[in-house]
């Protein structure tokens, strides 16, 4: 018999530059996209197959919140911070208390502001934010 696994969105916690990101839409609220390819497959003509390395282990991280979230403001100041004074770079953690996924960057960037509308109810903002190089990081299942 197998056991029941459990997904809790509550449970994601995102850190950047030592604060607590709160305030997340209300759906596909963390988005970790690799820029690299990863691992290149090569066939020749004669069958022969070989495979390459990507050494780009950068990624993409599109964190939404709610257009009434704090965390807009915090993102909004750190976005200025770096335009004024080029040292932004915070590191990031994104971990899932019910489960195995685990994403650390030493370095990361908040990348622009985001498309902003406004209307009668609350919507979401889609912050993409840029890491450096990244080390094992693991996207993984729920307990």
């Known amino acids: 018999m197998s056991d029941v696994l459990t997904y809790d969105p509550r449970k994601h916690v995102i850190i950047f530059g030592g604060k607590q990101i709160t305030g997340f839409a209300d759906d596909n609220m963390i988005t970790i996209k690799p820029n690299g390819d990863g691992m290149q497959i090569y066939s020749g003509a004669d069958g022969e197959v070989g495979r390459s390395l990507d050494p780009?282990?950068?990624?993409?991280?599109?964190?939404?919140?709610?257009?009434?979230?704090?965390?807009?403001?915090y993102f909004s100041n750190c976005y200025n911070n770096d335009r004024a004074t080029g040292k932004g770079m915070q590191p990031l953690i994104i971990k899932d208390l019910s489960g195995d996924t685990m994403f650390f960057a030493k370095q990361a960037w908040v990348a622009n502001f985001p498309e902003s509308k406004r209307g009668r109810k609350i919507d979401s903002q889609e912050w993409t934010l840029h890491t450096g190089q990244i080390d094992a990081p693991i996207v993984g299942g729920n307990n």
């Open 56 to 73: 780009n282990r950068t990624f993409e991280i599109t964190i939404a919140l709610a257009t009434s979230s704090k965390s807009n403001t």
